[in-house]
């Protein structure tokens, strides 16, 4: 199997699978009394559809959990409702976009590409010499600099300092270079789509995220129609 065309790597299988996703997720759900019943229809390459078969397919969608429909019921997410395969990853970032966009459509039949393009603040690791990809968002940048300097630096601003320091490329927060990043995704992208109608939102530009999902902390179903529509209208 590709590796750069899975989810996660070779570490895809520790995708969502089963309901509640989590301990911390489990506690919640104990608390407010759900049971509703979530399932997540994973393919082999670890996408939340089932198996690719290029000669039906004529539309796709990227993106992170927000094109996932984390915590929403499989036909709810938006890609669903345009009827495009989900090319969907929690924690994805435009990097994932971009690679994801790069190993599945150039020789594909796809000939509709739709993007919700994750926050600039996010960055996926590739190492090859596990074939295990990582995401980083702010708050693993956080248990990141926790677990590497806890016992030797005691000043949080100076952990983050110092961190910064050892990983220049993990520095999610500089503006500067997450916009040149950004521009070097979208170059990819756009090379990648030519002759395909290619459509790219930001997440800025979507209703705000109203908690709806059964976890409380992703969009729910009502969001996921609205942002179809949008998707389609532009």
Not at 126 to 141: A, E, F, G, M, R
Request: glycine share 4%; charged share 25%; hydrophobic share 35%.
């Amino acid at each position: 199997m590709d590796w750069l065309k899975t989810a996660h790597g070779n570490m895809f299988r520790d995708v969502v699978m089963e309901t509640p996703p989590n301990w911390r997720l489990a506690a919640t759900y104990a608390l407010k009394n759900v049971r509703t019943k979530i399932l997540y229809n994973m393919n082999d390459y670890g996408f939340r559809a089932d198996q690719y078969e290029d000669e039906i397919q004529t539309r796709a969608a990227f993106g992170c959990s927000l094109t996932y429909g984390y915590e929403v019921p499989e036909q709810s997410a938006w890609p669903y409702i345009i009827g495009a395969f989900n090319f969907g990853v929690p924690g994805g970032s435009i990097q994932t976009v971009a690679r994801l966009v790069k190993n599945w459509i150039p020789e594909s039949s796809i000939k509709e590409v739709y993007i919700l393009a994750p926050s600039k603040s996010r960055r996926e690791i590739y190492d090859p010499l596990t074939n295990i990809i990582t995401h980083v968002n702010p708050s693993y940048i956080q248990q990141m600099i926790d677990i590497c300097y806890f016992k030797t630096i005691e000043s949080q601003e100076e952990r983050f300092l110092q961190f910064f320091t050892d990983y220049p490329h993990l520095n999610i927060f500089d503006e500067k270079s997450n916009d040149e990043i950004y521009d070097e995704c979208l170059d990819t992208i756009i090379t990648c789509c030519a002759g395909r109608d290619l459509t790219i939102i930001n997440e800025d530009e979507l209703l705000p995220n109203d908690f709806l999902s059964r976890c409380g902390t992703h969009p729910g179903e009502n969001w996921h129609r609205k942002t179809a529509k949008k998707f389609l209208n532009d």
